[in-house]
Every structure is written in structure tokens, then in C-alpha cells.
């Protein structure tokens, strides 16, 4: 049961059995009709409203005014509202008393003040807590939004070790040590410091966990704090995202060629608190940055924008269209990991692009078994209209050229 619901059948129970506790007080009771004769006569009455409805209205006002004081952002506005609530009650009475029926509003004006009083402080005591917490584990680590959705207890979080089900995206300059020979150091720490910018707020708006973020790249985390079962493919659309927004940047303002990586990895990561003196903060640790670190170096290699891991493939193979690359040695040097390119989100990818993605994936297949010319000729096929900007598949062609020409000259000499 979610912790706003419970609250608000706390709150709805304690405040009607609590006015109905008053009423068995016969101070309460007098006070209550010395009130009501203001407002309606009850000598004058031919019909009175039975305590049952009493109950009834109780009931549906305290719960109804505890559940929109707990889940609302804006509690003054839920008190004008409770205080409008109260006028019309005693204007209900008074209308009902044009027609001689008697209708006591006092029981129901009690729950709807005791509920609203109940939880707003409720609120603000739980959420003074809450502040205090995410101002210490997560200042300028969540976006705004994410980080009052922490504040208002709608992403559960406890300061406690314990596991996390997490896709890490490693995002950092391609081409940093190329600006830092070609630029003044002032000019060098403007372009970082506006990659550093960028990068961490694309991955902030998109729900992620900014690990750490510094010369040597932007570390986010996506399914932590909030857990999200869909962290894979949101992690490789968002990669995409960055990657395509800093092309966009590049071309639109002309601005010094800052080319980025990423590495995407999913996996299970310890997150503990940790105490340094006055200074709180969370330790995050586990294979997927190591893995994502590897993968975005990788991209040098390869001449891809973005490589991710296998578990992650299977997390966003439904939603992202992605081809295999290569393998690379884990943490352990006897694990390998297969890597895969994601290429375009699965919604926007052409019927042309998918059989281009499909013939490469027969020729890694092929080159995998060693049957060299088959693999030529379907990376042949592969070849599509940019063919000069797809530096995997021009890695293969050069890989194979050799050994194709030489599969040629063979029945050539035996001739």
C-alpha cells in the first residue's frame, strides 16, 4: 500500500472516531446546539438530518480533505479550499432550514479542521525529514523535479546499504586530449566546463542519478532512486539523445569540435551512505561503471558514438535497433562481454536501415566464423548512403580487404 494512501486512512479514521468521541461529552453536545440555533432553529424544524448521515458526511470529508492535504504540493491553497468547505456546510444548514429540516454542521465543520490541521503537520514534519535527507545524498544530483518528488516521500528512499538493479552511462570528450594540445588551457577548461554543463543536465532531465561528474567524464545512474524497470532502453535513448544534441550544437553555432563517447552497462550496484566528518554523501559502486568506462573508451577504437553492454542489449533490444560490435575482457580477463552499437530508436528506423543493420549483423557473424568472403559481401551490403561516416563497418571492410583478395588470387595460382 502506498505510504499516502495509508496515511490518509490514519488520518480519516482518527479524526471521526475522534468527533465522535466528542459527542459523547454533553458540554460538547450543548455547545453544539447553542451554535446551531444561530444558524438553524431546531424547535422550529419538522424534519432532522439522522446521526447516521452525520457519520456519513464525516467520514467522506475527513478522508476526502486528508488525502488532498497529503498529496498536494500546494497546502495553502488546500486550506482556502477547507475554509470554503466550512462556509458551505453552514450555508447547507441554513438552506435546509428554509425548508424545516435541521442539519447540525458542527460535526462535520470538527472534521474537516481536524483533518487539514492533522495533516498538514503531518506533512510538514515528514517532509522537514525528508529535506534534510536529499539536500545531504542528493543536492545537485537529481534534477529539481526528481529531487521535491524525494522531498514529497513519491520516491521512496531509506539511507541505508542495500542493492539496486541500475543501468550506469559513462559519457566523456572523444577528442579531449587532441583540444588540449590544440587549445589554451583557458580555452580547454570552457570547452569541458560546457560539456560537463550539458551533458549533466540532458542526463538530470531524463530522471537520472548523476554519479559523479568532472574532467574525466559524467558518471549517471538511471533506476536509482527511483526504481524504474524500464532503465535500459531509457539509458540508451537518452545516450542517443546527447550524442545527437552535441552534433546539433556543433553545427548550429560552429563552436570548436567536441566529439563525445559513451559507454552503457546495466547491472546490480551497492548504494551505502557514507559519513566524511559534517559532510554526508552515498558511496555507488559495482561491474556496471567499470564495464561502462570500458565501453566508452572502446568508441576510440571503433569509431562508434555509443557501445553498450549485453545485459543492456537485452534491457533495450524491443525499443532501440543496435548491431554487434565486438567483445571485450570484463573485469575478470577470462570473462568477455559482447558489445553492441545502438544505432536509432526502434520507432524511427526504415525499413533500408534495418536491412543494412541486418546484412552487418550477418557479416559479424560470418567474420566470427571465419568464412571471409561471405563476410565481405554482406558488409558490402551494409554500405549505405553516409558509408563514410560508419567507421565499424569501415573497420571490418579494411579488416577483410587482405583476406578477400587473397581468397581471389587463389583459385587464380591454382589455375
Known amino acids: 500500500m502506498k505510504r499516502p494512501l495509508l496515511v490518509t486512512l490514519i488520518i480519516g479514521i482518527f479524526v471521526v472516531v475522534g468527533v465522535s468521541a466528542m459527542h459523547l461529552s454533553p458540554q460538547v453536545v450543548r455547545f453544539e446546539d447553542r451554535v446551531a440555533d444561530y444558524i438553524s432553529s ?141 587549445f589554451e588551457p583557458p580555452v580547454f577548461g570552457k570547452i569541458t566546463e560546457e560539456f560537463i554543463r550539458r551533458a549533466t543536465e540532458s542526463f538530470m532531465q531524463a530522471g537520472a542519478y548523476i554519479q559523479t561528474a568532472d574532467a574525466e567524464g559524467v ?87 555509443v557501445l553498450i553492454g549485453p545485459r543492456t542489449f537485452e534491457l533495450a533490444s524491443r525499443y532501440v535497433v543496435a548491431r554487434p560490435i565486438d567483445f571485450l575482457s570484463g573485469v575478470n580477463s577470462r570473462e568477455r562481454h559482447e558489445i553492441y552499437e545502438p544505432l536509432w530508436p526502434a520507432a524511427d528506423a526504415k525499413p533500408e536501415q534495418l536491412a543494412r543493420r541486418d546484412c552487418f549483423w550477418n557479416g559479424v557473424v560470418f567474420y566470427r566464423e571465419k568464412r571471409w568472403a561471405e563476410a565481405y559481401s554482406e558488409f558490402q551490403k551494409a554500405r549505405g548512403p553516409n558509408e563514410e561516416e560508419d567507421a565499424p563497418l569501415q573497420l571490418y571492410l579494411r579488416r577483410l580487404e587482405p583476406l578477400a583478395l587473397n581468397l581471389a588470387e587463389v583459385p587464380m595460382r591454382q589455375a
Open 42 to 182: 431546531y424547535n422550529a424544524a419538522t424534519h432532522v438530518v439522522p446521526k447516521q448521515w452525520q457519520y456519513v458526511f464525516m467520514s467522506i470529508l475527513s478522508f476526502g480533505v486528508a488525502a488532498l492535504t497529503v498529496t498536494s504540493l500546494r497546502r495553502g491553497q488546500i486550506g482556502l479550499l477547507a475554509i470554503g468547505l466550512l462556509i458551505e456546510l453552514v450555508a447547507v444548514s441554513w438552506i435546509c432550514s428554509l425548508y424545516r429540516v435541521f442539519f447540525q454542521p458542527l460535526p462535520s465543520m470538527f472534521a474537516v479542521a481536524i483533518a487539514f490541521i492533522v495533516a498538514d503537520r503531518y506533512t510538514a514534519i515528514s517532509q522537514r525529514g525528508r529535506a534534510v535527507t536529499a539536500r545531504a545524498f542528493f543536492s545537485d544530483r537529481l534534477s529539481k523535479d526528481q529531487f521535491q518528488r524525494v522531498i514529497n516521500g513519491d520516491i521512496a528512499f531509506d539511507p541505508e546499504a542495500k542493492t539496486y538493479e541500475t543501468t550506469v552511462v559513462v559519457c566523456d570528450v572523444a577528442n579531449k586530449y587532441d583540444l588540449a594540445e590544440d
Open 219 to 305: 558518471v549517471a545512474l538511471f533506476g536509482f532512486p527511483e526504481i524504474d524497470a524500464h532503465h535500459g532502453d531509457k539509458a540508451v535513448r537518452v545516450a542517443l539523445n546527447v550524442v545527437e544534441q552535441f552534433r546539433q550544437s556543433q553545427l548550429a553555432n560552429g563552436e570548436a569540435k567536441c566529439d563525445v563517447h559513451l559507454g552503457v552497462s546495466s547491472g546490480t550496484m551497492v548504494v551505502a551512505p557514507f559519513q566524511n566528518g559534517e559532510r554526508a554523501g552515498l558511496i555507488t559502486s559495482g561491474e556496471p561503471v567499470e564495464l561502462a568506462r570500458r565501453f566508452c573508451v572502446a568508441n576510440r577504437f571503433y569509431g562508434s558514438r
